[in-house]
């Protein structure tokens, strides 16, 4: 192959690529701040013409045929750019009737999940006021009905779910995988039998220490509600993907400075009577932007650029969630955060979280070529998010960067603080376990009759949650990772062992100390992972970067 040829026509596709893959982002972000239906066709608009880059079928096969003898290339950066370019192309393979359709129904969906709100007491709520209830309300009947606000956009949004698998099915099989499932990992460079062996790996080892910890936490809601049957609603988290402000139970060693009581290890749990330090307080009144700032200013991170392009606060229209954008790949880098802050302990992680995706792409290395100055990899992205997030509970910076009295902080606090991290994490598995198995089925048959039953069944199975009697609504399709970011929890998972591992290496091998409270933390960060982007797959950014390669065992330990 001539490599000449080749550097020579990625220069001219990036010439195209540039202002399209901007338009993108500009849509996204419209649609996603406004939620109007001139958003929802703008976006439908930039994504068709995105698309066109890449439906050339002669272009496609000269770039099938460079990737398929990219070994011969001596350029490791010249190989890994054919890599990425085919698998861009690849992924866009498809009638253009197929594709546009695609685009509208995923701008509709963005579009219902934004603007949605259910009905509690006859008026409408939203995301945060669901939280709210479900967090600190006494009213079971008030508990039950925010419960059921919140799954009722899954009405709204099932036959648009369905539609997008069936499609999104058709172009899979039309390149010659069984589903869409399937095409996605092949795509996402993810190897499907080692990521289904990681999944039963986390399935076996949190199944007990999970099964222990659900049953001293549903002995916990029944006597604060005084229930014979823990119902889902009773629970402080919709989807029972945190048990943050549920009455967990912590070990009998708590204050002792022993932990042998801890997740995972089979010792004895003890129920404090109440939820451990009540940490949404720490956050009342304070500025969550400040500690942000000062956070990331402790790694020698700069985010004021970013926090004065984002869009933070809560108002009608815009999408009720969070995430981190990157509008196109041009120096200087455009990074911006959605949020709805209000000063509590869910956005105080969710604020560190976003705006550790946001440090990774600002610090790409802009000398790299346009296609290689992205992440990693959504995995490598999530981990540093997850590292960061995890902090707002951690009491070291509750002291150093929160401001905590130490007083407030004691020994007792400090152990339940951590062991409550734990038991998140645990029950942050059971319930990926459950989006992993259940949108394998759905691109399996999206027309199944049953997938109302399915998804409580795998609830039950993974998360030992009853399903409310006679319920049979789709709420499966209330979250919206399933509609607009189909075949993603694999990344939270694989990005909170891979936090682990480098949470480990950075502790032990370069700073010596919490790692968040060192600018030497924040180096090694920049040349490891961030600044080398996608020169690397996945896998050889985490070895080097930790000097090994994925390691499970980190994160287990991690639940001990």
Known sequence: MDSAEIDSYIGRFEERLAPVEKALGEAWWGLSTTGTTEAQRDLVHAGTEYNRLFADRDEFEMVKGWYEGREALESSLLRRQVELLY??????????????????LEAEANAIFGNHRGTVGGEAVGENEIKDILRSSEDEALRREAWEAQKSVGREA?????????????????????????????????????????????????????????????????????????????????????????????????????????????????????????VDRYFQGRDLEAMTRKTYDSLGL????????????ERAGKSQHAFCLRVGRSYPYDVRVLANVRPDSYWMDTMLHEFGHAVYDKHINPGLPYLLRTVAHTCTTEAIALMMGSLSEDPAWL??????????????????????????????????????????????????????????DLVARYQLVNRPPGRDEPDWAAKIHVAVAPVYYHSYVLG??????????????????????????????????????????????????TGEKLNPDYFAKSLN
């Not at 253009?96 to 359709?101: D, F, M, P």
């Not at 007990?208 to 609603?233: C, H, I, N, T, Y």
Request: glycine share 8%; hydrophobic share 40%; with cysteine.
């Open 496 to 545: 909170h062992l891979i936090a682990a591992q480098l949470g480990d290496y950075l502790e032990k091998r370069v700073t010596g100390r919490p790692f968040f409270a060192s600018e030497l933390a924040g180096r090694y960060l920049q040349e490891a992972v961030f600044g080398p982007g996608a020169r690397n797959n996945w896998e050889d950014t985490v070895a080097g970067a």
């Open 302 to 313: 700069e985010v004021r650029d970013v926090l004065a392009r984002s869009d933070l606060y």
């Open 87 to 104: 698998l861009a192309f690849a992924g866009r393979r498809g009638d253009e009737e197929t594709l546009t359709r695609i685009e509208e």
């Open 399 to 456: 002291s150093a960067v929160a401001g905590i009295p130490e007083a407030e902080l004691d020994l007792e606090t400090r152990e339940q603080l951590l062991w409550r991290q734990r038991a998140d994490r645990l029950v942050f598995i059971r319930w990926a376990l459950v989006m992993y198995r259940f949108e394998k089925e759905l691109y399996a048959n999206p027309d199944r009759e049953d997938l109302n039953t399915l998804w409580w």
């Open 158 to 278: 099932a036959g648009v779910v369905r539609e997008l698998a069936r499609l999104r099915n058709r172009l899979a099989r039309e390149e010659g995988f069984a589903n869409h499932h399937a095409r996605s990992l092949y795509l996402q460079e993810i190897d499907a039998d080692e990521l289904d062996h990681v999944m039963d790996y986390l399935e076996a080892a949190t199944r007990e220490p999970f099964a222990e910890l659900k049953r001293q936490l549903d002995a916990g809601l029944k006597r604060r509600f005084g229930v014979e049957r823990v119902s889902p609603w009773h629970l402080s988290d919709p989807f029972f993907q945190s048990c943050k402000h549920d009455p967990v139970a912590f070990p009998r060693s708590a204050g002792r400075g022993d932990a042998r009581g801890a997740v995972g290890t089979g010792g004895g749990l003890a129920t404090t009577g109440r939820n451990g330090p009540d």
